[in-house]
């Protein structure tokens, strides 16, 4: 169930960028919002397409190299 959660909030997140793109980029031209929105969609759609960029086994009490 958290999963799901975590997919509705990820498509809403991304149904308001997509909405500000559009807003921005034809509706009411403003390229500095635009080209802010634009990366940030890009960045997301990196981040989810490259697996090797997602965090895995992190804890966050723990330092790697204390000895």
Do not use: C
């Not at 958290?2 to 009411?28: C, D, H, P, R, S």
């Not at 500095?32 to 086994?57: D, E, K, N, Q, T």
């Amino acid at each position: 169930m958290k999963k799901l959660w975590q997919i509705l909030a990820n498509l809403a997140l991304y149904g308001v960028l997509l909405f500000f793109a559009v807003e921005y980029t034809f509706l009411k031209p403003d390229p500095w919002h635009a080209f802010v929105v634009l990366f940030l969609l890009a960045v997301a759609a990196v981040v989810s397409v490259i697996p090797g960029l997602h965090a895995r086994g992190v804890s966050p009490g723990e330092y790697p190299y204390e000895e």
